[in-house]
Each structure stands twice: as C-alpha cells, then as structure tokens.
C-alpha cells in the first residue's frame, strides 16, 4: 500500500522560506515520477512542480526561479524548497506520485496535504 507523508508547512511572512518533505513508502519509488500540487481556498488543484525518476523537473510559471524540487532516491523522500513566498502562495500542498517513469501527468496516489500560510 502506497502511502505519502508530508511534512513542513507552517505561516511564514511574505518573502521567507519553507520547506516541505515528502516521505514515501509501499511503491518502487526510484522509478516513478513525484511531483507537488496546491490547491488554495475556492481554487482547483494545480501542479506546482514534478520531477522524473531521473531528476528532470518541471515547474509552474508562478513558482520558477522561487522553488525548486528534488529527490532523495535512497531515503524515498521529495523536498519542496520555497523561497520569496507571496501571500499568493497559500494552499494546502499535496505531495504525489505516478506509477510512471515519464513526466507526471495524473497522479496515482495522493498525500494528505499540508497547510501552507504566506501572511504578515
């Protein structure tokens, strides 16, 4: 049984950091795509980032140059590393993962969610 833990989310001003892990167990996580997702109040779910099973990653217009998404193949775990967050940020973040060793499309499995807050 696949399962995904997300850790890390919290309130942080405008223009700090956070960092959000994703423990992953149950699937052969080496070779499948993981990726980021957030939805905020009122809003659908959207991707924020992916990466491959080879470590090429993707990310939303709204994050680039701000976030960066990574892989620990070995500890089977996914990091988001957010930088300069805007109020505009907020959501809850969802860890998830494809059974696939291409680009994240649709996911298979979901984590629970953490709750991200951008306030001053």
């Known amino acids: 049984q696949v399962q995904l833990v997300e850790s890390g989310g919290g309130l942080v001003q405008p223009g700090g950091s956070l960092r959000l892990s994703c423990a992953a167990s149950?699937?052969?996580?080496?070779?499948?795509?993981m990726g980021w997702y957030r939805q905020a109040p009122g809003k659908q779910r959207e991707l924020v980032a992916r990466?491959?099973?080879?470590?090429?990653?993707n990310y939303a217009d709204s994050v680039k140059g701000r976030f960066t998404i990574s892989r620990d193949n070995a500890e089977n775990t996914v990091t988001l590393q957010m930088n300069s967050l805007k109020p505009e940020d907020t959501a809850v973040y969802y860890c998830?993962?494809?059974?696939?060793?291409?680009?994240?499309?649709?996911?298979?499995?979901w984590g629970q969610g953490t709750q991200v807050t951008v306030s001053a």
């Open positions: 149950g699937s052969n996580f080496s070779r499948y795509a």
């Open positions: 990466i491959t099973s080879r470590g090429s990653t």
């Open positions: 998830a993962e494809q059974l696939t060793i291409a680009t994240m499309t649709s996911p298979n499995y």
